[in-house]
């Protein structure tokens, strides 16, 4: 079956950065577009960023536009979020999922457990 | 941008029809998803393209869009419903979620 694990996440002072990660398996990983949402504690869903099948096009919200790096290894199944310059309110717990793409329809599918990050001084 | 509105919460009693809209300009020219989020828990796929749902899912939950508002239906509710429940579309250039609606089965 599918899954999806994050790890990475922690406790992280304004302006530092982290490096998040997303394990995948049960799914031919490098057919499949990939994205990052996030979850402020409390709060609803926000979309961050997605990559697709091959790495060549990328997309981010503008809230993290400039911050944040979507990668992937399709050889190692794996999915990043490189996160620079972080701040206070990029606080929340992120998660991995598969994203489909069906024009004029896209939707993530399958999510991650989520892994949380703290931007605290 | 974007937006997608859902009311903060909806109550419903075990058994009775929950529904839960989400409102967005021209929403019935998108499709629609849902999912489902229980406290501690990841978001579920519940509702994509507007009506389907996916392997799994119980037939109690169905989907409809048109106009400028998408519906997520729980016919039969049960205690064990009681969750968030979150819409989402793909807007002009990016995912839209909505706020998210607390469904309480009282």
């Known amino acids: 079956q599918v899954q999806l694990v994050e790890s990475g996440g922690g406790l992280v002072k304004p302006g530092g950065s982290l490096r998040l990660s997303c394990a995948a398996s049960?799914?031919?990983?490098?057919?499949?577009?990939m994205t990052w949402i996030r979850q402020a504690p409390g709060k609803g869903l926000q979309w961050i960023s997605y990559i697709t099948s091959s790495h060549v096009v990328t997309y981010y919200a503008d809230s993290v536009k400039g911050r944040f790096t979507i990668s992937r290894d399709n050889a190692r199944n794996s999915l990043y979020l490189q996160m620079n310059s972080l701040r206070p309110d990029d606080t929340a717990v992120y998660f991995c999922?598969?994203?489909?793409?069906?024009?004029?329809?896209?939707?993530?599918?399958?999510w991650g457990q989520g892994t949380r990050v703290t931007v605290s001084s | 941008s974007y937006e997608l509105t859902q009311p903060p919460s909806v109550s419903v009693f075990p058994g009775q029809t929950a529904n839960i809209p989400c409102s967005g300009d021209?929403?019935?020219?998108?499709?629609a998803c849902w999912y489902q989020q229980k406290p501690g828990q990841s978001p579920v796929l519940i509702i994509y393209h507007n009506t389907k749902r996916p392997s799994g899912i119980p037939e109690r939950f169905s989907g409809s869009n048109s106009g400028n508002t998408a519906t997520l239906t729980i016919s039969g509710t049960q205690a064990m419903d009681e969750a968030d429940y979150f819409c989402?579309?793909?807007?002009?250039?990016?995912?839209?979620f909505g706020g998210g609606t607390k469904l309480t089965v009282l």
């Open positions: 049960g799914f031919a990983f490098s057919d499949y577009y």
């Open positions: 989402q579309v793909w807007g002009t250039t990016a995912m839209v």
């Open positions: 999922a598969r994203y489909v793409v069906e024009p004029p329809a896209a939707y993530p599918d399958y």
């Open positions: 021209k929403l019935g020219d998108k499709y």
